[in-house]
């Protein structure tokens, strides 16, 4: 079996306007990065869907969703819950995003795949349930943890999310839910300023939420050494059943919005280390879903060093 590619260009219609730096080039940045380094041709293309209202409301509230869209189809250029950019045809691509995430989920715990790479954008891990935020209309990455245990019986998720910037969405989801641990590595200070050390979960949450907040500079050794140690020794006790990643390439060495300097290589041995973890605990099942990454020749290589270790 191959590794599963999901990338629909739909997602590439989402326009957040001119100078925007989560712009439609990144959808084909990243296609033609996979192409140049000879990878498309070792995995297995799988056609996308739209996310159904009902798998959106696993995560977001109703009373949003409808908001959300109905702001995009009445000509918002940014949505009234927070500062996310949208154009006429955000919705329709935040649906595909979702839904690209969806049958990410389904080819692995189907068995169709051992692991997949959804190319999806707009990216989602700061949007809430009642909110969107920074570039995030939909959650894609909790939308399919929860798909995931409600369709496929998965009890144990583990979300980890190396972007530049925190995943306050996805934390403020999970945070007091036991069965989801969410584990970020993150510049601090930085946007949206969440992700203290301190911030742990709550209640039947607590201790399933991990923040690694570092400073600009940070690279190789504060993340992948914070993850080979810390997070590698609480999934001992942990025990997930599915590995999912918000691979976010922003924090790559001279994107324009961050100031990390994590390498291809790193991307790359920080994948090898969700593998290790997946082949451990989860049956090697994992789900990659496109987040940040704003250099198109940054996120195009690093891209192609992630999919490289998946294969």
Same mark, same amino acid.
């Given at each position: ?86 154009? &006429?045809?955000?919705?329709? +691509?935040? %649906? ?5 995430? *969806? /049958?990410?989920?389904? !080819? ?66 999970f945070y007091e839910d036991g069965s989801v641990f969410f584990c970020s590595a993150h510049q601090s200070p930085w946007y949206p300023g969440t992700g203290a050390i ?29 993850? &080979?140690?810390?997070?590698? +020794?609480? %999934? ?5 059943? *599915? /590995?999912?990643?918000? !691979? ?64």
């Amino acid at each position: 079996m191959q590794t599963a590619l999901i990338a629909d260009s739909l997602c590439e219609t989402h326009d957040p306007g001119p100078g925007h730096p989560e712009q439609p080039k990144r959808y084909r940045a990243v296609l033609d990065g996979l192409t140049k380094a000879g990878l498309i041709e070792k995995l297995q293309r799988i056609e996308s869907r739209d996310a159904k209202d009902e798998e959106l409301e696993l995560v977001h509230a109703r009373s949003y969703i409808r908001l959300a869209e109905e702001e995009i189809h009445h000509g918002r250029d940014q949505l009234s819950t927070g500062d996310t950019q949208v154009g &006429e045809h955000s919705w329709g +691509a935040a %649906m595909r995003a979702a839904g690209s995430a *969806l /049958v990410a989920i389904d !080819a692995v715990c189907g068995g169709r795949a051992p692991r997949a790479f959804a190319l999806v954008r707009p990216p989602g891990h700061h949007a809430g349930a009642t909110y969107g935020m920074g570039f995030c209309v939909v959650n894609n990455i909790a939308v399919a943890a929860r798909y995931a245990q409600k369709k496929h019986g998965i009890g144990k998720v583990l979300i980890v999310d190396w972007d530049v910037h925190h995943g306050n969405g996805t934390q403020d989801i999970f945070y007091e839910d036991g069965s989801v641990f969410f584990c970020s590595a993150h510049q601090s200070p930085w946007y949206p300023g969440t992700g203290a050390i301190e911030e742990t979960g709550r209640n039947a949450g607590l201790g399933t939420t991990v923040n690694f907040p570092f400073p600009a500079g940070a690279g190789r050794s504060e993340i992948l050494g914070a993850l &080979e140690t810390k997070l590698v +020794a609480s %999934m001992e006790k942990f025990k997930p059943e *599915l /590995v999912l990643v918000s !691979a976010g390439f922003d924090s790559r060495v001279d994107d324009p919005l961050g100031r990390f300097t994590l390498t291809d290589q790193d991307f790359g041995d920080l994948t090898k280390l969700m593998r290790q973890i997946a082949d451990t605990h989860a049956q090697g099942r994992i789900v990659s879903l496109l987040e940040g990454g704003y250099s198109l020749t940054g996120l195009a290589s690093a891209s192609s060093a992630h999919v490289t270790a998946l294969l």
